[in-house]
């Protein structure tokens, strides 16, 4: 902790010092600076002066200000801070953490928030999420999901990129037209980050791989656009005993909610739509259109609603389903409770079989 007889504390937050100490810097983190100072002069007689430390000289200079009179040596801050330190290739020792370097500093303003922090950041990094199409809702989810440090994504997804995918889906670029949407995706989520591993599946979700693509993850994200998956995604989340995070949009409107069945009490979407709209009731977005920037809102709240479950912070948006109306920008939650009719996501009547969705929802 000494050079020569000098001493030197490390004002900074504990998020900050993960990073990266001054190598023999002794951190004044979670208590105050009056306590530390006494603890270094005590343990340590014979110094000269203390030096302070921060990230860039500011609060250091701002603290020596403050405390010079209080202390029996001479207070000095280090100019330039941490930065100018490293710069000169002073030596600098790492804190003990199970995040890597690289992640301590991508992550620096999660480890900021006292809801996350280092714990939290190590249960985003341990995380498997299932994301089903790469598509306008999918593409925000899997960006932010990515970005948030989520330590394996999958993605599902059977289509090619197309034009017309363009004025939404921003995983995509112009270059991978007539490319598989799955591995455009890993490329474009590869490129946000390379400390996450990102898994592309070319395949639709059906009856016959749907658990082998659940199973493994902790939630999943439905980004799909279309009834039989919907309900495929509904009824193999409470078999398996997952979560389902769901986005629809359709012109200048959307809608979120969050499906957590299995104990008899929340709802599934079996409960909120028992039966699918009638064939043209509910026209897709190539019929219908949709404003681009719409799914970006929805997939960006998806992500939200994600990001808390796998944190386990904030309050769920099971048992509602939130609307959102670009036109007016106004949001409304409708509550939604358990269809006590509903033999789906009732415990004593487990799935024991997937039935035929382009059946039950009269697609041809």
Same mark, same amino acid.
């Given at each position: 902790?000494?050079?020569? !007889?000098?001493?030197?504390?490390?004002?900074?937050?504990?998020?900050?010092?993960?990073?990266?100490?001054?190598?023999?810097?002794?951190?004044?983190?979670?208590?105050?600076?009056?306590?530390?100072?006494?603890?270094?002069?005590?343990?340590?007689?014979?110094?000269?002066?203390?030096?302070?430390?921060?990230?860039?000289? =500011?609060?250091?200079?701002?603290?020596?200000?403050?405390?010079?009179?209080?202390?029996?040596?001479?207070?000095?801050?280090?100019?330039?801070?941490?930065?100018? +330190?490293?710069?000169?290739?002073?030596?600098?020792?790492?804190?003990?953490?199970?995040?890597?370097?690289?992640?301590?500093?991508?992550?620096?303003?999660?480890?900021?928030?006292?809801?996350?922090?280092?714990?939290?950041?190590?249960?985003?990094?341990?995380?498997?999420?299932?994301?089903?199409?790469?598509?306008?809702?999918?593409?925000?989810?899997?960006?932010?999901?990515?970005?948030?440090?989520?330590?394996?994504?999958?993605?599902?997804?059977?289509?090619?990129?197309?034009?017309?995918?363009?004025?939404?889906?921003?995983?995509?670029?112009?270059?991978?037209?007539?490319?598989?949407?799955?591995?455009?995706?890993?490329?474009?989520?590869?490129?946000?980050?390379?400390?996450?591993?990102?898994?592309?599946?070319?395949?639709?979700?059906?009856?016959? =791989?749907?658990?082998?693509?659940?199973?493994?993850?902790?939630?999943?994200?439905?980004?799909?656009? =279309?009834?039989?998956?919907?309900?495929?995604?509904?009824?193999?989340?409470?078999?398996?005993?997952?979560?389902?995070?769901?986005?629809?949009?359709?012109?200048?409107?959307?809608?979120?909610?969050?499906?957590?069945?299995?104990?008899?009490?929340?709802?599934?979407?079996?409960?909120?739509?028992?039966?699918?709209?009638?064939?043209?009731?509910?026209?897709?977005?190539?019929?219908?259109?949709?404003?681009?920037?719409?799914?970006?809102?929805?997939?960006?709240?998806?992500?939200?609603?994600?990001?808390?479950?796998?944190?386990?912070?904030?309050?769920?948006?099971?048992?509602?389903?939130?609307?959102?109306?670009?036109?007016?920008?106004?949001?409304?939650?409708?509550?939604?409770? !358990?269809?006590?009719?509903?033999?789906?996501?009732?415990?004593? +009547?487990?799935?024991?079989?997937?039935?035929?969705?382009?059946?039950?929802?009269?697609?041809?």
């Amino acid at each position: 902790m000494r050079r020569g !007889r000098l001493a030197i504390i490390d004002v900074r937050k504990r998020h900050e010092q993960l990073t990266g100490m001054a190598s023999g810097s002794r951190s004044s983190a979670g208590r105050s600076l009056a306590e530390t100072l006494d603890e270094v002069l005590a343990d340590h007689t014979g110094i000269d002066s203390i030096a302070l430390i921060c990230e860039r000289g =500011n609060r250091s200079a701002r603290a020596c200000a403050a405390f010079d009179e209080r202390c029996r040596v001479p207070l000095l801050s280090v100019q330039g801070g941490m930065q100018a +330190w490293a710069a000169q290739d002073l030596p600098v020792t790492l804190p003990p953490s199970e995040l890597s370097l690289s992640e301590r500093q991508r992550y620096l303003r999660h480890l900021a928030l006292a809801d996350i922090g280092e714990a939290g950041q190590l249960r985003l990094k341990r995380a498997r999420v299932l994301v089903v199409g790469a598509g306008g809702l999918g593409s925000p989810c899997a960006m932010y999901l990515a970005a948030a440090g989520i330590g394996q994504l999958d993605i599902v997804d059977a289509d090619t990129v197309e034009l017309s995918n363009l004025q939404r889906q921003l995983l995509h670029a112009e270059r991978q037209v007539g490319d598989p949407k799955a591995d455009s995706a890993r490329a474009r989520l590869a490129g946000i980050n390379s400390d996450i591993e990102i898994r592309a599946h070319r395949c639709r979700l059906q009856r016959d =791989n749907v658990e082998d693509l659940l199973e493994p993850c902790s939630l999943v994200i439905d980004g799909s656009d =279309n009834f039989p998956t919907r309900y495929l995604i509904n009824d193999a989340c409470i078999r398996l005993g997952r979560t389902m995070v769901y986005g629809a949009v359709e012109r200048f409107t959307g809608q979120l909610g969050v499906f957590r069945p299995g104990d008899g009490v929340q709802p599934c979407y079996r409960c909120l739509f028992p039966r699918p709209p009638a064939p043209g009731d509910a026209p897709d977005c190539a019929e219908a259109g949709v404003l681009g920037v719409l799914p970006g809102v929805i997939g960006t709240l998806q992500a939200v609603e994600a990001l808390k479950l796998v944190l386990g912070i904030g309050t769920e948006l099971t048992g509602s389903l939130l609307h959102y109306d670009a036109l007016s920008s106004a949001f409304r939650h409708t509550r939604v409770a !358990r269809d006590p009719a509903c033999r789906w996501c009732d415990p004593a +009547w487990p799935i024991e079989r997937y039935p035929d969705y382009e059946k039950f929802c009269a697609v041809t």
